[in-house]
């Protein structure tokens, strides 16, 4: 079946580092790719997607690019801030005709000053 | 974009009640929504996936007599947790599938906690 697998957390980076964050993924025929965003206390918001191979997904300095040779969508910022703290979540849409999304078990990022 | 929103988005109940979650895609229709339980800090559970005008699918493992799911309408799914109790006090979020976009919408969240 189709899966996510995410690299565990926390990831604690000082303000300006770079990020990436690991996704790789499982599935047969061709998922849509999505990484949303959780702050605290809060639902998810999306933050980039990519439909098709070699795909680039980009939002807020967020990029991610749908790999399909290494089944791979890892997320990544040139330099991040404070404000970026929060839970992020590696997602595929399932391509069986349920409209399900599969998530990955979030990976937790902070960011000092 | 679309929007999807829940309410409420915090309740407080005693042990022994029923609570009603409400699930609304504001500028879209939905003819599948879908509702997550989200235990802290953990990833998301997919439950259900409402079908309007249909009974719900289950995923394997959710009591279907202890969540109830309606999808009355093309812009409304509810869910009711019947007879609560502690263990079921968790974070649960609704999601509306937009068929053009063939994407999901995620609604806000809804905190329970049963006391």
């Known amino acids: ?113 | 974009g679309a929007v999807v929103s829940q309410h409420p988005s915090r309740v407080i109940c005693k042990s022994g009640t029923s609570v009603k979650i409400e699930c609304r895609s504001l500028d879209f229709q939905a003819t599948t929504m879908f509702w997550y339980r989200q235990f802290p800090k953990k990833s998301l559970m997919l439950m259900a996936t409402s079908n309007e005008g249909s009974k719900a699918t289950y995923e394997q493992g959710v009591e279907k007599d202890k969540f109830l799911i309606n999808h009355a309408s093309l812009t409304l799914s509810t869910l009711t947790v019947t007879s609560a109790h502690p263990e079921d006090s968790s974070f649960y979020i609704c999601s509306a599938n937009q068929v053009t976009y063939n994407e999901q919408f995620f609604g806000p969240g809804t905190r329970l906690t049963v006391l």
């Open chain 1, 1 to 113: 079946g189709n899966s996510v697998t995410q690299m565990e957390g926390p990831v604690t980076l000082s303000e300006e580092a770079f990020l990436t964050i690991n996704c790789t993924y499982t599935a047969t025929g061709y998922p849509s790719l999505f990484w949303y965003v959780q702050y605290p206390g809060e639902g998810l918001q999306l933050l980039l997607k990519a439909t098709k191979a070699d795909d680039k997904g980009s939002n807020k300095g967020f990029e991610a690019t749908y790999r399909k040779e290494t089944t791979s969508f890892h997320l990544e910022k040139g330099s991040v801030q404070v404000s970026d703290s929060a839970v992020y979540f590696c997602a595929l849409s399932d391509t069986s005709g349920t409209y399900k999304y599969i998530f990955g078990t979030g990976t937790r990022l902070k960011v000092l000053a």
